[in-house]
């Protein structure tokens, strides 16, 4: 569990750092968007036929699922600020 946080924030980082703007999300998000980021690249992954079912993303399928989640969590956050 403690090896999925860290790489969850590794990815949630990463995602952060590769996407420009500002971001109105803390540390728990980064982490919550880099574990879900995961999930979403593995599922894109296998839908593509990138990956096979049961088989994980890799690094950068997770990274890519986080940006696609940043994406949206921005859009909402947004209009939530405004």
Do not use: H, N
């Not at 590769?18 to 982490?31: E, K, Q, V, Y």
């Amino acid at each position: 569990m403690l090896v999925t946080i860290i790489i969850g924030l590794l990815v949630g980082l990463v995602a952060k750092l590769l996407m420009p703007g500002r971001d109105p999300s803390g540390f728990i998000i980064t982490i919550v968007l880099g574990i879900a980021g995961s999930f979403v690249g593995t599922y894109i992954g296998q839908t593509l036929g990138w990956y096979l079912p049961g088989e994980p993303a890799g690094f950068a399928g997770s990274v890519i699922g986080a940006m696609i989640l940043l994406l949206i969590y921005r859009m909402f956050a947004g209009r939530r600020d405004s």
